[in-house]
């Protein structure tokens, strides 16, 4: 069982920056595929970022391209997402996942099903 626990959520003027966190519980946390997804009022939730076991590769929904950067520390089982010059249109409540089924892979999950553990997400507020 893998417990996750996002962070970091708020309100912020448009061009301004937040910095996302997600706690991972449990064991073998560096094996895991890890990712983002955001959800905004009235609208189905969409990928968003997507970082291999290893930290090797990333792979980014075109919206947020060179704004927001996804990494994170194995040693301290937290997956992040850092966001820079900020939109209204990326108000919504942000995700955090794990995929248990790329272990050792550099292949990218980046739909909702080949996710296997969900956080319960922090809102994302932009103010224009």
């Known amino acids: 069982q893998v417990q996750l626990v996002e962070s970091g959520g708020g309100l912020v003027q448009a061009g301004g920056s937040l910095r996302l966190s997600c706690a991972a519980s449990g064991r073998s946390f560096s094996s895991y595929a890890m990712g983002w997804f955001r959800q905004a009022p009235g609208k189905e939730r969409e990928f968003v970022a997507t970082i291999s076991w290893s930290g090797a590769n990333t792979y980014y929904t075109d919206s947020v391209k060179g704004r927001f950067t996804i990494s994170r520390d194995n040693a301290k089982n937290t997956v992040y997402l850092q966001m820079n010059s900020l939109k209204p249109e990326d108000t919504a409540v942000y995700y955090c996942?794990?995929?248990?089924?790329?272990?050792?892979?550099?292949?990218?999950?980046?739909?909702?099903?080949?996710?296997?553990?969900w956080g319960q997400g922090t809102q994302v507020t932009v103010s224009s």
């Open positions: 996942a794990a995929s248990l089924g790329y272990s050792g892979s550099y292949v990218l999950p980046k739909r909702e099903k080949e996710y296997d553990y």
